[in-house]
């Protein structure tokens, strides 16, 4: 499916949403973060509603969900570990 510039938008931030939340249910924090705000960001531009979807509803539903991962994410530093990881250590 072939779309003009306008239209185009509209699907990449379709697609960034959907992969954020797959990226959520996933695990990857980081990851679903920021497609989730490229996403939103690119869709913003279509509100309220585009092609009979509800974009307000969606974008309304997605930012208490980039606001929680914010809150995740800077609260738990995914280098915490990283002193933790063993060395291993060869015998003399």
Same mark, same amino acid.
Do not use: A, W
């Given at each position: ?8 938008? @509209? @699907?990449? =931030?379709?697609?960034?949403?959907s992969? =954020?939340?797959?990226?959520? /249910?996933?695990?990857? @924090?980081?990851? #679903?973060? #920021?497609?989730?705000k ?9 509100? %309220?509603?585009?092609?009979? /979807?509800d974009l307000? !509803?969606?974008? !309304? +539903?997605?930012? %208490?969900? /980039?606001?929680?991962?914010?809150d995740? /994410? ?11 990881? %063993?060395? +291993?250590?060869?015998?003399?």
């Open positions: 499916m072939e779309s003009d510039g306008e239209e185009r938008l @509209f @699907f990449q =931030g379709m697609v960034q949403v992969v =954020g939340c797959y990226y959520l /249910i996933s695990g990857n @924090f980081r990851g #679903s973060l #920021s497609q989730l490229k996403g939103t960001k690119k869709l913003r531009s279509y509100l %309220p509603s585009h092609r009979d /979807i307000e !509803n969606l974008v !309304n +539903i997605i930012e %208490p969900i /980039i606001q929680e991962l914010n995740f /994410i800077s609260e738990h530093d995914p280098q915490m570990f990283r002193n933790k990881i %063993p060395k +291993i250590k060869l015998n003399d």
